[in-house]
Structure formats: C-alpha cells, structure tokens
C-alpha cells in the first residue's frame, strides 16, 4: 500500500490546519507529490497526489479551487508558509475545513523536494516489499513442485499464498485435484461451453483457451490459465478467492502456471517430433505427394484442408497459435499455414502479427510452391504496413491486393525508390526552371501525345518538345522506346508512392 497522508506528516512534521477533524482523512494514500501554483491544477494530476503550493496566485475566495482538488480525488494540500504567504489564507483554511479536505502548513525550512523525496521512498520501499514478498511465495511453490506429489503440492501451496481456493484441472475439463474449499464448477462449465462442438469446426481443428481467462462476480475473482504447449493444452488450472488478485499474487498464478507446465511437459520430445513431422509434410505436399502427406499426418490426430486452399505466411512466433488450429510448419524461419478458404481470416486473427496470404488454390507441387511464394510476397507488405502504422500490427494481406496495385504492388518498396531515385536523378538535378519531371509524367500519361500532353502542363507543345528533348539528353535514352517508357514510368510511380 502507498503510504498514508498521516506517515507523510508525521515524517516531515507538517502542520494540520484544516480538514482532518473527520474519521480516516489522514489515512488516504498518498501516490505521489506534485507542485503547482496553477489557479486548476487539476489537468494534470491523476488523484490520490499530495498537492504543494506557496499560493502565489491565490488571493480571494478559494471554496471554487478547494472543490476542484477534492473532485480529483486529491489527498491533501500543503502549502509552504513564510513565501507569497506568511501564513496559510483564512479563506482557504475554511474552504478546506467545509470540504474536508486535509490542509498541511508546510514550514519555510522544510524544502518541498523533501516532501517528494520521502513519498518516494516510501513508495519504493513498499514496491521492494512486495518484490521480495512474491520471491519468497514463488520459492515456496518451487519447493513444493519438488516434493514426491509434485503438481498436487503446488495446487494446495498457491491456495494458501493468494488466502484462497485452487484445482488442477484435465484436458477435457475434469478435475485431477483441488483443494478442499474448491468451488470450480463455473470454470468447468466454461471450458466445456468453450470446447468446439462435432459440426462447429472441421473435424482437425483443436479448441483452445487464450493465455488466460478471468471471471468475476460479487465475492468472486478466478483466473484460469491453460498448461503444456503443443496442438491443444495438456490441462488448465484454476485459482480462485473472494477478493481481487494483487500484482504480487497475479506473480504468483504465473508463477505456477509455469511450474505446472514444467512438471506436464514431459512430452516435449515429442512435441518437437510432431512439428519436424509437418515440416517434413510440407516437403511431401511441395513434391507431389500429397497421399503420403496424408497418411503421414493421420497418426498425429491432425489433417490437411480441402481445397480450394489459401497458404498463410507469418512470424516464426506465430506458429504455435496457428498450429493449434490447422495444419502449420516452419520453413527457414518463417511459419506457413494450409487452411480451408473460408478459415484464413480466423486463423490470421489467432497469429497476432502480420500475415500474408496466398490466392486460393488447389493441391499440387506447382501450385503449393506458387502459394507459397505469394504468401511471403504478401507477408513482406504487411510488415512494412504494420511498421509504418497504416494498419494495425496485427495485419492480414493477401496477395490479390498486391496484384491490384499494378506491377510496384510487386516489388520490394526499398528496391524500387533506389531504382527510381538513380532513374531520375539527372532531371532531378537540372537546374531550369522547366519541371521536367512533371512534364515527362504529362508525357506518357498521354501516351506520347503532344497536343494533350502539353495542354495538361499549360504550355505549348513546341516548349514540351523541346523539354522532351533535354529529358532524352539528360537520360541518354531513346523516349520511342517502348521498354524506356515501362521503365521511366515505374521509376515516377515508385517515386509518387514513396
């Protein structure tokens, strides 16, 4: 807890004027210190400060600024005496006491620094308490994994360190072991409403919890949190008390959580097994052989979509999430996805990141590889999306928005302004007054034509020509040459976008 407006003035020994004569008003907690000689200081505190002034400006009535403090939840004001002030303001002394806000004289010898030093000490103190307190609890729960029952131990070590209830729960939901006073029912009830039902999902698709579940209701706060890593989660735990987690004991429910799945992780052999086994059917379905890539998957529980089929490429963290819903593998680093078309936009949801995504498509060598490819074409704009802010982080393009774009939706975005900054640079640099830029755009945007291409600039088309010209100088290319015109366009377009 931060410490008490009462601590604050009985270590710094200030002077109470006003506003503490009514039960608990020294016992607010004070979050901070802040200083203001602002007629409405209010803007910039959050509530809860211990608010210093000298009242510089502070002349007349004072019950409007008083109000302001006590609707922001202030928990006191000290005011430095002996500087615009000799003493504290009548009228802010009876302002305070109407309003019950607890007024503090602040001596002349005592520097206003103090005061915000202290408060921070106090609150840096109680901080390292509550560090060392979770150390403590987290070293207990390390013991009691250790002990001969090992994940039974730890379940009935964190009910006693959150002064609450706790239950270690199966895959499907069913109880393995809880501690006496255990009321796990609603979690159980929400798993199973959770849990894909025959004819909700394809029949491959595994349900699963996200990181971590809260539920509440009056008197009741339960955090439950899934174990083991893999397809699906090889159990969950519950933990469960009648008032609301702390920082220090939400520590603690991690804590254990990773204790838990370390003692559950036994299978982690096999789990990495599992994944170079779909690594190796990716392989199978780019060669053709996608009856062997079937009959090698079928052991595993998991199978491949029907087609027509969108390959998805994302961050190599990513393939976790999207590997407990459809079949996923890593290729040099980045985590590809073979999904039914109507599931890409749900699994790219579930990567949390950018994701490309493939046309869709059927089965075969030729065709997989071109999705493929397209999905990492696609995955390298949404990262450079994502980092420039145009859409959010989590981002899904797919490669027809690419092909939408033209020809520079295509290509990667650093190349091609390098292209077209050394394309144009020599018109770039010419030092006329003619914009032979705009006017070779006018140029091909009309094909060549000169009329139409020199009523667009406003000039006569003699001028254009000329300007034609000195361009065709400057570039020492041929602007009949049709290849020259592709080029000299790409290079403009990459420049507008850039």
């Known amino acids: 807890m931060p410490p008490s407006l009462r601590t604050v003035v009985r270590r710094v020994r200030l002077r ?27 803007p910039y505190l959050e509530g809860g400060e211990l608010l210093l002034t000298t009242g510089l400006r502070m002349e007349g009535e004072q019950s409007g600024y008083v109000a302001r403090l006590v609707a922001r939840g202030v928990a006191g004001l000290g005011f430095g005496v002996g500087v615009s002030h000799e003493d504290v ?61 090992g994940t039974h131990a730890v379940i009935d070590r964190l009910a006693k360190e959150v002064g609450g209830w706790a239950a270690l729960l199966g895959e499907t939901g069913e109880i ?11 979690v159980i009830a929400e798993l199973a409403r959770r849990r ?8 491959c698709a595994e349900g699963r919890l996200p990181a971590s579940l809260a539920l509440s209701g009056p ?11 893999g397809v699906r989660p090889r159990g969950y735990f519950a933990v469960g008390a009648a008032h609301p987690f702390s920082p220090v004991t939400h520590t603690l429910v991690n804590a254990a ?35 062997h890539a079937r009959a090698v998957l079928e052991p595993l529980g998991a199978c491949l979509p029907e087609p027509p089929l969108v390959v998805l490429a994302a961050d190599a963290a990513a393939l976790e999430a999207m590997e407990s819903r459809v079949f996923a593998a890593d290729v040099e680093g980045v985590a590809f996805a073979v999904v039914g078309e109507g599931e890409a936009a749900r699994v790219a949801r579930d ?20 999705a493929l490819e397209q999905a990492s074409r696609a995955l390298e704009t949404a990262r450079l999306r994502a980092r420039a802010g145009e859409r959010p982080a989590s981002v899904l393009v797919g490669f027809g928005e690419l092909a939408g774009q033209g020809l520079l939706g295509l290509l990667d975005p650093a190349a091609a302004q390098a292209f077209s900054a050394a394309v144009l640079a020599p018109l770039a640099g010419y030092g006329s007054r003619a914009d032979l ?24 088309r003699h001028t254009l020509r000329y300007r034609m010209k000195r361009v065709a100088e400057l570039l020492g290319r041929d602007l009949d040459d049709p290849g020259v015109r592709a080029e000299l366009w790409l290079a403009l377009e990459a420049a507008r976008r850039g």
């Open 16 to 42: 109470p004027l006003a506003g503490t004569s009514r039960q608990g008003a020294l016992d607010a907690a004070v979050r901070w210190v802040a200083v203001s000689e602002l007629a409405d200081p209010t």
């Open 89 to 149: 303001p009548p009228a802010l002394v009876e302002a305070a006491e109407e309003a019950g806000l607890p007024l503090l004289a602040v001596p002349r010898e005592t520097p206003f620094i103090a005061i915000g030093k202290l408060v921070s000490e106090l609150l840096a103190a109680e901080q390292y308490e509550e560090v060392t307190r979770a150390f403590a609890a987290q070293g207990r729960l390390t013991r009691a994994a250790l002990r001969p029952e």
């Open 176 to 186: 393995v072991h809880a501690t006496p006073d255990a009321v796990p029912g609603e």
């Open 196 to 203: 894909p039902r025959p004819g909700d999902e394809p029949r």
């Open 219 to 229: 008197g009741e706060h339960i955090v439950v949190q899934p174990l083991g890593g």
């Open 257 to 291: 959580g990773s204790l838990l799945t370390l003692a559950m992780e036994q299978g982690v052999t096999r789990f990495m097994a599992e994944r170079r086994i779909r690594t190796a059917t990716l392989e199978l379905l780019l060669a053709g052989e996608e009856g």
């Open 351 to 370: 990567a949390g990141g950018p994701v490309g995504a493939s046309l869709p498509g059927p089965y075969g060598a030729a065709a997989l590889r071109g």
């Open 437 to 460: 830029v705009a006017s070779l755009r006018a140029y091909l945007e009309s094909n060549g034509h000169w009329d139409a291409a020199a009523q667009r600039l406003g000039v006569h």
